[in-house]
């Protein structure tokens, strides 16, 4: 069996930005007033809620590149799921 | 994202920093703060995450289950990027079982966090307290090492294989190989801890480590570390769908973001300190105790 290349270690300096990007995002967000502290305090969730899909991404990513289709598959499929989701509470909401 | 509608009761008391105008922390925003400092340090020393306890603390002090649990996955998220660089620094994430086993957890969360929205909140207060006392039990239970060594493998076999479930990781200078096994058992399991994740916020992990490790026989530190990568990405499902339905409050849950990164710091670098069984056993008390204050209050 070949050993698969991806290890995700170019993935850690990435995700130490985003932590403290997010720490100071939300710091800046409970303590600034008025429309400046809602905005921050969103972009840090947005932070934290985008970056593990991201993840996904980059490793269906990688999966393409390694010829491996059927994780590539597996995937596409979950991220498919997280935008079915969406899609659906979307409808049910409006 | 939308805001949350004014009909909910986001904080305990009002009027908030923001609403003043004046650069001053609102006493509530400060409480989730801290409790988010002080669970996650307590969750991360017991592996367990920082949710499953900030989520019946921020019901026992009167917010609602459904307005509680998105707050609670906001601290899921922010631990799983906060510990992320750690288990990808020593290369045991399998990112294929973690893929796998994520598409069953995100749509259980998905649907759990559709539903939770008009459910009955005193029967999420039952879920939650079900949660704890599965936790204690997942916790104190938890084994220790399966797999050995192979000492025909070298450290060029460390990593995944392509097109399988399976992979080598490396422990006390030895390479262990594993193969992920009983599939579908997995994957039921992953959907259920997806549920619970959308229905009462907590990560879920307390399922998702134990299934990987005892039902589908991947070592524990794998199964841990992949749970980790995991378990962002099924609150991440989650908050999607409360974003579209205006569920999160940016204020509390950016309190719980700078908490939650804080408390898990403190918490890691307290955990190489401390025993882990004492750990995990306090921590297993300390959930019983969660689930009688919540079923009583």
């Known amino acids: ?94 | 994202m939308p805001a949350p509608s004014s009909g909910r009761h986001y904080r305990i008391c009002k009027p908030t920093a923001h609403d003043r105008g004046t650069v001053a922390l609102d006493v509530n925003v400060l409480l989730i703060l801290l409790a988010s400092v002080v669970t996650s340090a307590v969750g991360a020393l017991g592996g367990l995450g920082g949710a499953v306890l900030l989520v019946p603390f921020l019901v026992v002090i009167g917010m609602p289950v459904a307005e509680a649990a998105p707050i609670g996955l906001v601290s899921v998220a922010t631990l799983s990027i906060a510990a992320g660089p750690t288990h990808l620094r020593y290369r045991v994430v399998n990112h294929r079982l973690g893929l796998t086993t994520e598409v069953a957890s995100s749509a259980g969360a998905i649907v759990g966090a559709l539903v939770s929205e008009g459910l009955d909140d005193q029967l999420l207060v039952y879920v939650l307290a079900a949660v704890s006392l599965t936790a204690a039990f997942a916790g104190g239970r938890r084994k220790g090492v399966r797999n050995l060594p192979d000492p025909a493998l070298g450290s060029a076999a460390i990593g995944e294989r392509v097109g399988t479930l399976a992979g080598a990781y490396p422990l006390n200078g030895g390479v262990v190989p594993y193969r992920a096994i009983r599939l579908k058992r997995g994957l039921g399991l992953m959907g259920i801890s997806g549920l619970i994740a959308g229905m009462a916020g907590v990560s879920g992990g307390f399922v998702k480590t134990p299934a990987t490790s005892e039902v589908m026989h991947v070592p524990t530190k794998v199964a841990a570390a992949t749970t980790t990568f995991t378990i962002g990405v099924t609150a991440a499902s989650a908050l999607a769908v409360f974003a579209v339905q205006g569920r999160i409050d940016p204020e509390a849950a950016a309190a719980s973001i700078a908490g939650s990164l804080v408390g898990s710091m403190l918490g890691v670098r307290f955990q190489m300190r401390l025993v882990p069984s004492t750990v995990r056993l306090g921590l297993s008390i300390l959930l019983v105790l969660v689930a009688i204050v919540l079923v009583v209050s």
Do not use: K, N
């Open chain 1, 1 to 94: 069996m070949t050993v698969s290349s991806i290890t995700g270690v170019r993935q850690a300096p990435w995700l130490r930005s985003v932590a403290w990007g997010s720490m100071v995002s939300a710091l800046v967000g409970i303590t600034a007033p008025g429309r400046v502290g809602v905005l921050a305090a969103q972009l840090a969730i947005a932070m934290v809620t985008v970056t593990p899909l991201l993840r996904v991404v980059w490793v269906t990513y990688r999966l393409a590149r390694e010829g491996d289709r059927r994780f590539v598959t597996v995937g596409i499929a979950l991220l498919g799921t997280v935008g079915l989701g969406v899609t659906t509470s979307i409808l049910l909401s409006g």
